[in-house]
């Protein structure tokens, strides 16, 4: 029945795969969370327009698959003359589909903040730029690390659509190595529990990052 | 004889509608069969029944920090394989999408359990009621109210955990996108299509789900949640 020995000579492959998937992993991190930064400001902004055009992003890519936002990048990009290779229409794809999350949960934060606190800077004569950069931002970002890392965590399980792209990773090389062992059970199991703890460590550090920055508040620990 | 196999033609269009059936049947199915498993797997959790209720906790924890594709390759590739049984793309998809959406149901019903006031309980059973009592009058029609916007969130998202089924070969509305891509080479006509299919669907659960929400709202009416 099980039999893990036909597996073991595929490690050098599994690493291989498992640090794409951190590569793909980081840069889409770093890169929806530019892009949920500016969502997020968007939407709380007194500006009509961008309030709108924020929203209707939100209200897109939170409910089109992502699979879907996948294959429209990988073959419509080169249409319209952006030739980039799997890897990076990932990160990509990744960034702008996830941002939207990372909008909706700095926004939340955003909106969770004490409003006398904005008064009070504002009445100490803060503009508009010291405001957010100095109050606003930090209270909100320090708060919303826990729900952020959930939508990250959701990032990194969503890589793993990438391997339907021809992409290596490690999903995609777990699909070559079961179709060359016929042991696919094995595979896939080891694989379910290697992303099982990959989150569960994940996860950990983030309540204790969080924890840490929240350790001043009373609320929001 | 010219044989144009270029451009859409009208049976795309049955095609896509075709997709749809398949993408809302498989959606309607997995998500009854998973509310019924995360009901059953919140009680024997809530209820701390010995074993099963480590067994089932372990088992839905690996479901919800898993990708869903690795679980589907696992049920339609691996399972066969162990057991020497034959499973359709069809059978994989509702025994994986159902599991999913069961690890994620039984956590709402869990914490919607618990976030009733225990006094209730307590002033319940002062008053003799049976568990099963307790459970009917008393639990259900509260937590149910409490949980409903939540289960109307997820059913959303789980809707869009369906496109994953693509992938094993079933032609939902995915497939049938990929397929006319491949076919026509228009990726900007079709994936916008396909992506807007979704959006009026999720708009549609999510106009169900706030009526459902409304119809079940008087426990937080009356507690001001």
């Known amino acids: ?221 | 004889m010219g044989y144009n196999n270029e451009g859409f033609s009208i049976y795309d269009l049955q095609l896509l509608i075709e997709g749809l059936g398949v993408s809302v049947w498989i959606f309607l199915v997995s998500t009854i069969i998973g509310l019924l498993l995360g009901c059953f797997i919140g009680l024997v959790r809530f209820y701390r029944i010995p074993i099963l209720a480590q067994v089932l906790m372990v088992l839905s924890e690996f479901l919800k920090n898993s990708p869903v594709l690795v679980q589907l390759f696992l049920v339609y590739f691996g399972i066969p394989a162990l057991f020497a049984i034959d499973i359709s793309p069809f059978q994989a998809a509702v025994i994986t999408l159902s599991g999913n959406t069961a690890s994620f149901v039984a956590i709402i019903v869990i914490s919607s359990i618990e976030a009733i006031d225990k006094r209730q309980l307590d002033a319940a059973r002062s008053f003799a009621f049976s568990e099963v009592q307790i459970m009917k009058c008393v639990i259900f029609p509260q937590s149910l109210s409490l949980a409903m916007p939540l289960l109307v969130s997820l059913a959303i998202n789980q809707l869009q955990v369906t496109s994953l089924i693509s992938v094993i070969g079933v032609v939902d509305i995915t497939r049938v996108g990929d397929i006319i891509n491949q076919r026509t080479f228009e990726p900007f006509i079709v994936w916008p299509i396909i992506g807007l299919t979704y959006f009026i669907l999720a708009k549609v659960i999510a106009t169900v789900g706030s009526l459902l929400e409304e119809k079940y709202s008087a426990y937080r009416m009356v507690n001001k949640l």
């Not at chain 1, 941002?99 to 800077?121: C, F, N, P």
Request: proline share 3%; hydrophobic share 55%.
């Open chain 1, 1 to 221: 029945m099980l039999d893990l020995s036909a597996m073991a000579g595929y490690l050098p492959e599994f690493v291989e795969g498992f640090i794409i998937t951190a590569q793909v992993s980081i840069i889409s991190i770093i890169g929806s969370f530019i892009v949920g930064l500016m969502v997020a400001l968007a939407r709380v902004s007194t500006n009509k327009i961008f309030n709108f055009i924020s929203l209707i992003y939100v209200d897109l890519f939170r409910n089109i698959p992502f699979i879907v936002l996948i294959f429209f990048g990988y073959y419509g990009l080169p249409e319209i003359g952006i030739y980039i290779n799997a890897f990076w229409t990932g990160c990509l794809v990744l960034s702008i589909a996830v941002g939207a999350y990372v909008g909706e949960t700095i926004r939340a934060g955003i909106l969770g903040i004490d409003k006398g606190i904005v008064e009070a800077a504002r009445s100490f004569g803060f503009s508009k730029l010291k405001l957010y950069r100095k109050i606003i931002l930090p209270i909100s970002l320090t708060v919303s690390v826990r729900p952020l890392g959930s939508v990250f965590i959701n990032l990194i399980l969503t890589t793993s659509i990438l391997s339907t792209i021809t992409l290596n990773e490690l999903t995609g090389v777990s699909k070559v190595i079961a179709s060359n062992t016929f042991r696919p059970f094995e595979v896939y199991v080891f694989l379910v529990l290697l992303y099982g703890a990959l989150t569960f460590v994940i996860s950990g550090l983030i309540t204790l990052w969080h924890k840490r920055l929240n350790r001043y508040l009373e609320e929001g620990v």
